[in-house]
């Protein structure tokens, strides 16, 4: 009876274990600044209809957190949460927020998701960045180069 109850609550704690490890997610931080915290009491909600909340006043970073489909942009609650950048970064989602254990900390940090995008529009929209900053970076230059040229 006693070994039976004991691979009972072995096979449940395994399967809790398991289901917890399946939920987690990688990804990448691949940016970081910092703007205005925002108290918002739904975060994820506000900014899928195109609410930014109201802003507190104190600074709070906010990360671009890259993963194989979506690309999350995230706030921090607050101005200490802070996230190593270009390291492999484990999270997942609950209750509109998304939780990253930092270094091995007790407790996951949670952050707003301030914005969603699917992975390939995110990376044609850094594109078409790169490709303005190019174009605008290079008719500096030939106006530099005209403005120097006359006498």
């Known amino acids: ?90 999270f997942r989602m609950q209750h509109n927020e998304l939780l990253i254990r930092i270094d091995d900390a007790k407790r996951e940090s949670r952050f707003h998701v301030k914005e969603m995008v699917l992975r390939p529009e995110w990376e044609r929209g850094q594109q078409l960045m790169e490709a303005a900053a190019t174009a605008s970076l290079h008719q500096r230059v030939d106006g530099v180069v005209l403005v120097n040229a006359r006498p």
């Open 1 to 90: 009876m006693k070994r039976s109850l004991l691979l009972v609550v072995l096979l449940c704690t395994a399967s809790i274990a398991f289901s917890q490890n399946r939920s987690r997610q990688e990804g990448t931080i691949t940016r970081m600044r910092m703007t205005d915290c925002i108290a918002a009491q739904h975060p994820l909600m506000d900014a899928l209809s195109g609410n930014r909340g109201v802003a507190t006043g104190e600074l709070c970073p906010e990360y671009v957190l890259v993963t194989d489909s979506v690309v999350y942009v995230i706030v921090g609650k607050g101005s200490d949460q802070l996230v190593p950048l270009a390291e492999t970064t484990f």
